[in-house]
């Protein structure tokens, strides 16, 4: 009777969840992912780490139909950082933790020790561990997804 009902329950959730676009690739020299998402049936789409290919990212968006209009950086080390001025371009928000926020700032300061981007993101947004981002999905400013960020937020915790 449990496993039933642990079933049906399961099959309920799932039936409410959203169907998503996502693309993920990696081909750099780093096998960094970076990650392309939306709602499915949405243009508007957010980037997750665009750390060598702003063509690729862009070239595939465009190939499924959807546009830019968020990038996200897990953490501030140039594999995950180092396109994201070139996708971000003048208009889209680029969002990252604050303890990272100086790697895009001034990287050497930082302390990155790999090759620094070679432009800064024009609108740098930080947040902090647990912090919920809102994201734009619709046409409309009401029409927003919210992302928590989990503690660390793919970075070493304090003391590690």
């Known amino acids: 009777m449990r496993e039933r009902a642990a079933k049906e329950f399961v099959a309920r959730a799932l039936i409410r969840w959203p169907a998503m676009y996502l693309e993920v690739f990696a081909d750099n020299p780093f096998a960094t992912n970076c990650w392309l998402l939306a709602a499915e049936g949405r243009e508007e789409a ?3 780490d665009p750390g ?14 959807k546009r830019p209009t968020a990038v996200l950086a897990t953490h ?3 594999d995950h950082v180092g396109a994201a001025a070139q996708v971000c371009g003048d208009d889209l928000p ?19 020790g790999m090759p620094v981007p070679v432009q800064t993101p024009n609108d740098i947004r930080t947040f902090s561990d647990g912090e919920v981002l809102w994201c734009s999905v619709g046409p409309s400013a009401g029409t927003t997804s919210r992302t928590r960020t989990p503690t660390t937020c793919g970075r070493a915790s304090a003391g590690s």
């Open 46 to 48: 957010v980037v997750i």
């Open 52 to 65: 060598f290919s702003p063509d690729r990212v862009m070239a595939l968006l465009e190939a499924a139909g």
């Open 76 to 78: 501030g080390h140039y």
């Open 94 to 112: 680029f969002h990252i933790h604050k303890d990272d926020e100086q790697a895009v700032i001034d990287p050497h300061a930082w302390g990155a």
